[in-house]
């Protein structure tokens, strides 16, 4: 079925207003299949155990968000979605009973559509065929299969669920890499990695053929190779054209932030900048230039927006450095520039750049200048701001929430001091397993709930290095007041 929804608009001018509408695609096959000696060509940590993942935990995030954006699919199912004759019906792109919201989008229904089309079909399987170096025959063949089965062959790399011809993409459940709105724009990707070739192809045929974009296929901006890109030498990272949606923020109407990280160099953003410059798409663009770790690969695994005057950030990597004293000799021989804090530069249209010191200099900026925040900005700090938990509960996405609303956020239920600091911060903290029988039974209305921390299960999500900010892409939020 074509989902064609006559009342999208893409139209997304900050991190925390209604989430209206978004982009995910839940853990398919492909993540099943990830081996350990491939796991990290494939950016996976480790290997995961596939149908926990869907069933005790990615499945209560697609519930949870059915709650907040389309209510009249869930209300009054939830007993049947999860009893065990359900088969998990509810969840499938390709089976009757999927939910097939216009609201919480599954990217392979958008590829199932597209694909209905046999000129789109035979130039998608030829460009897939050749990034993955298919014989001839199977290109004859895939153009022939149907397109439903096609588009789980695309995204798993395997016929019929069983026989792998190429790579599954398993990153392709982080559909925020993938591109970002921008107002009413989409800023498509440049990965950084080979293994996101296919999934920003996929994508970027689904933007620019399905027809819930249509009426705003001429702004959609791809960013371009530097001029003679192919004569540079070297294969190093700051030498590369990147950029990927865990990098870019948009925070206000015109303030655009960007990371420059393991995964986004500095000609990616440069690049960027001047396309949404050039576009009038915003007039202020914040660059964070990051340490190159795995460690924190995404500014969003650094720091994302819980309100208008609150952030979750790690303390570590936010704060200036106090100056040592002068009688000290590490304050004689120490090098002066730390290689392990951000480089934050503002640029705005017709006005010098401006230097930040620190993280917390520029967030307090944004909260109070851009989203107008009257009340003083406040800083949530990964693990408490304990050591080791600090970095610990990082690595284990402390910092990568999604806000549903302003104040109403999802994080791991593993973070446990994090968890403490929502706590003495005034949040709330409910379980997503306690919090979905209260929406049924109408003890608690999404719509009316404040400053909440919402905890998920995340035993096997976990595992693949990204939380609920890298598993979104926002295509519509109402504006904050």
Not at 222 to 230: K, M, S
Not at 241 to 246: H, M, S, Y
């Amino acid at each position: 079925m074509i989902l064609n929804n006559d009342d999208f608009k893409l139209d997304v001018t900050s991190e925390i207003g209604d989430l209206r509408v978004l982009l995910i695609h839940s853990p398919d096959s492909g993540l099943g299949k990830v081996v350990p000696s491939k796991a990290q060509d494939w950016l996976f940590e480790d290997i995961v155990h596939l149908d926990t993942m869907r069933r005790k935990e990615y499945d209560y995030y697609v519930k949870l968000l059915m709650y907040f954006l389309d209510p009249d699919k869930i209300k009054g199912r939830l007993s049947e979605i999860d009893s065990p004759e359900s088969d998990r019906d509810f969840f499938k792109p390709d089976n009757a009973g999927f939910h097939n919201s216009g609201k919480v989008i599954e990217i392979q229904s958008l590829l199932s559509d597209i694909l209905q089309q046999k000129d789109i079909r035979k130039k998608l399987v030829a460009a897939v065929c050749a990034i993955e170096s298919c014989t001839y025959r199977l290109q004859l063949q895939l153009i022939e299969t149907d397109p439903v089965e096609l588009a789980k062959i695309f995204i798993s790399g395997s016929l019929n669920d069983d026989t792998m011809i190429f790579a599954p993409i398993p990153n392709m459940i982080f559909s925020r890499d993938i591109g970002i709105a921008i107002n009413n724009h989409m800023l498509l990707n440049k990965p950084a990695k080979k293994a996101r070739a296919r999934e920003t192809l996929l994508v970027r045929y689904i933007f620019f053929n399905h027809p819930l974009f249509e009426a705003y296929r001429d702004n959609i901006l791809e960013i371009p190779e530097t001029v003679q890109h192919f004569l540079r030498p070297g294969e190093e990272q700051e030498e590369k054209t990147t950029l990927e949606g865990g990098d870019v923020m948009m925070i206000s109407p015109q303030h655009l932030i960007i990371g420059c990280s393991e995964r986004t160099s500095v000609s990616g953003a440069n690049e960027a900048i001047k396309l949404l410059f050039e576009n009038n798409v915003v007039n202020k663009v914040s660059i964070v230039k990051i340490p190159h770790k795995r460690d924190y690969m995404h500014i969003d695994t650094v720091f994302t927006q819980v309100k208008r005057n609150t952030w979750i950030l790690l303390r570590s990597l936010a704060i200036a450095e106090s100056e040592q004293a002068q009688e000290e000799p590490i304050a004689w021989f120490a090098d002066k520039k730390n290689k392990d804090k951000p480089e934050i530069v503002q640029f705005e249209k017709g006005k010098k750049p401006q230097v930040f010191s620190c993280l917390e200099d520029l967030l307090d900026d944004i909260s109070r200048n851009d989203l107008k925040s009257n009340e003083p900005t406040k800083f949530i700090y990964s693990g408490n701001n304990e050591f080791p938990f600090d970095a610990r509960e990082q690595w284990t996405d402390s910092c990568n929430l999604l806000a549903l609303k302003d104040g109403i956020v999802l994080g791991y239920d593993r973070n446990d001091k994090t968890v403490e600091a929502f706590r003495q911060n005034g949040f709330d903290v409910i379980h997503v397993t306690d919090l979905l029988p209260k929406f049924e039974s109408n003890e608690l209305n999404p719509q009316t709930m404040k400053d909440t921390l919402i905890l998920m299960p995340s035993a096997e999500l976990s595992r693949a290095r990204g939380g609920f900010h890298c598993m979104s892409m926002p295509l519509q939020r109402n504006n904050v007041p």
